[in-house]
């Protein structure tokens, strides 16, 4: 499950092997978050390079700018959806690009703001829209969802296995009052799974937020289509990076990759996952559900 430090772009090390940045290079950061992958690669793509970096998240963008400022020259801020990769360059006109990272899920900043609504730890309004512009927030799925689709949701989404019993008792909660906050959300799921589910490491909540917050943002769908689009912006030689955190994510660039690759255009790099090495985790134990897969442009 997922946490971030904002301090330690998770396998950068890799990331920056496979992708090889050179002066001139132009490279998609399709998610840049806290700008840690982001500033490694435009280090070394100057003189001449470009990183195009995208977040849908307008507040991080704007922190992830100030972090850049010293390669403002080089750095292309994009707040949008990396769904529309393909239209993305084509509006700023930047042709074929060597190489391009996918870092998914939320960052740090999303965790320790209490007010976006992500944590499970930090009470706040049950938010979790990366795009605050973007109409639909966990509070209204979890008070508007009939009960069968709150458990398919937190099943589907989650890989929840209590996902019935939590979503009855949401909905017994939600039928006294309308469920507002990540702490109410939180203490309504742990009172309702077995006492042992309670004293794992992870919170009981865990897998259900993880759930709502895919949904709200259709995370899944969005890098479907962006993994899709991928191959179609690469240079030939161009590598397509992309770190997920649970089995979903990695599910659909497994076979994202695999469909690319019998038809020829994608050599897959990395045939077994990559994981951080142990000294990563140790450090920074919010990188140990990571895993890298990569794919080069070959046609
Ligand atoms: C894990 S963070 C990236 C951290 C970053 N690599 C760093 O080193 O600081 C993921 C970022 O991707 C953004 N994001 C997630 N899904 C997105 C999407 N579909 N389109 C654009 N940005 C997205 C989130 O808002 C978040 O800021």
């Known amino acids: 499950m997922e946490e971030r430090s ?86 700023i006109k930047a042709g074929k690009v060597n190489g391009i990272l996918f870092d998914l899920g939320i960052s740090s900043i999303h965790l320790e703001t209490a007010e976006r609504g992500f944590s499970i730890k930090n009470a706040g309004p049950l938010d979790m829209r990366m795009d605050r512009s973007q109409g639909i927030s966990a509070e209204d799925l979890v008070n508007d969802l009939s009960e069968i689709e709150l458990s398919s949701l937190i099943r589907d989404f989650g890989e929840e296995r209590f996902h019935r019993r939590i979503a009855g008792a949401i909905v017994a909660a939600r039928a006294k009052r309308r469920i507002k906050t990540t702490a109410e959300l939180a203490e309504i799921i742990s009172s309702r799974v077995p006492y042992r589910y309670r004293r794992q490491r992870i919170h009981p909540a865990t897998r259900a937020f993880q759930a709502l917050r895919i949904r709200v943002n259709d995370e899944l ?79």
Do not use: W
């Open 6 to 91: 904002l301090h330690n772009p998770v396998l950068l090390d890799e990331v920056i092997d496979f992708l090889n940045p050179a002066p001139g290079d132009i490279i998609i950061d399709a998610t840049v978050g806290g700008g840690g992958h982001a500033e490694e690669i435009l280090r070394r793509i100057s003189p001449g390079g470009t990183l195009v970096g995208i977040d849908r998240d307008a507040e991080s963008l704007k922190l992830a700018q100030e972090r850049l400022n010293p390669f403002q020259d080089s750095f292309k801020p994009i707040n949008k959806n990396f769904r529309d990769i393909r239209k993305i360059l084509e509006e």
């Open 221 to 299: 769908a969005s890098m479907e289509d962006a993994l899709r689009a991928s191959p179609g912006v690469l240079k030939e030689g161009g590598r397509v990076c992309v770190i997920s955190f649970h089995s979903l994510e990695d599910r659909i660039a497994k076979n994202v990759f695999k469909e690319f690759a019998a038809k020829g255009v994608l050599r897959i790099l990395t045939k077994k996952i990559l994981r951080p090495r142990e000294d990563e985790t140790l450090t920074n134990p919010r990188a140990r559900s990571a895993k890298l897969r990569v794919a080069e442009r070959i046609a």
